[in-house]
């Protein structure tokens, strides 16, 4: 079993709609969490960092920590073309080390 | 400002051949750390170096993978005696240190022949 588990996709929406994404892991000492976008050939930008459980809101994302359930989410309002692109979850026990969830690829339709 | 730069942009080459990526830090940045994107994978963490420290080594997969950092600033990853298996992104990234958050470059896209 992968440390981080992260839902595959792809997601398809359209414009304007909720993207919901979302990632498990098993290690309980994870407390840094971040969510990275990559579009095609590019790296990973940073989207999100959240330490510890809670919400974390920045203009249309926001970020969910439930460490209880050892489960987070991003969550993408009014959703837009240049929203397409593949989500990548992250987190670390000591915020250098970082395991990835595997992306979940997401196409906005215009 | 500049970001992570990362050369080549593209690699093909022989199985068996050594290969060396280049990295450029932020300025500024003392750490830097190389990860692995494998097709249909996650990225994998590879190296970690903060400043004047010993690297953690402990993400590079055998040792035909080495890495260094000269002057605190560029770092080099070399592979030797390349395999197929090898073929894969490497994406190098910083931070201004150790508890911040990690900024990637657009990294080195290998093919081994």
């Known amino acids: 079993q992968k440390e981080v588990e992260q839902d595959p996709g792809p997601l398809s929406v359209p414009e304007g709609a909720i993207v919901s994404l979302n990632c498990t892991y098993s290690?309980?000492?994870?407390?840094?969490f971040m969510w990275y976008r990559q579009y095609s050939r590019k790296g990973p930008e940073l989207l999100m960092y959240?330490?510890?459980?809670g919400n974390k809101e920045d203009g249309r994302f926001t970020a969910q920590v439930d460490k209880s359930s050892k489960y987070i989410s991003l969550f993408i309002r009014d959703s837009q073309p240049s929203d397409s692109a593949t989500y990548l979850c992250?987190?670390?026990?000591?915020?250098?080390?970082?395991?990835f969830g595997a992306g979940t690829t997401v196409t906005v339709r215009a | 400002g500049a970001g992570v730069s990362q050369s080549p942009s593209n690699k093909v080459t022989e199985k068996g051949k050594d290969v060396e990526l280049r990295c450029d830090p932020i300025s500024g940045h003392t750490a830097l750390y190389w990860y692995r994107q494998s097709l249909g994978q996650g990225l994998e963490f590879l190296i970690y170096f903060q400043g004047n420290s010993a690297p953690d080594k402990s993400g590079l997969p055998s040792d035909r993978f080495s890495a260094e950092r000269t002057g605190g600033s560029v770092s080099t990853l070399t592979i030797q005696r390349t395999q197929q298996e090898d073929s894969a992104v490497y994406l190098c990234?910083?931070?201004?240190?150790?508890?911040?958050?990690?900024?990637f470059g657009d990294g080195t896209r290998l093919s081994i022949l």
């Open positions: 290690n309980s000492a994870f407390q840094y």
């Open positions: 959240t330490y510890s459980s």
């Open positions: 992250a987190m670390s026990v000591n915020d250098y080390k970082l395991s």
């Open positions: 990234a910083s931070s201004s240190q150790y508890n911040q958050p990690q900024h």
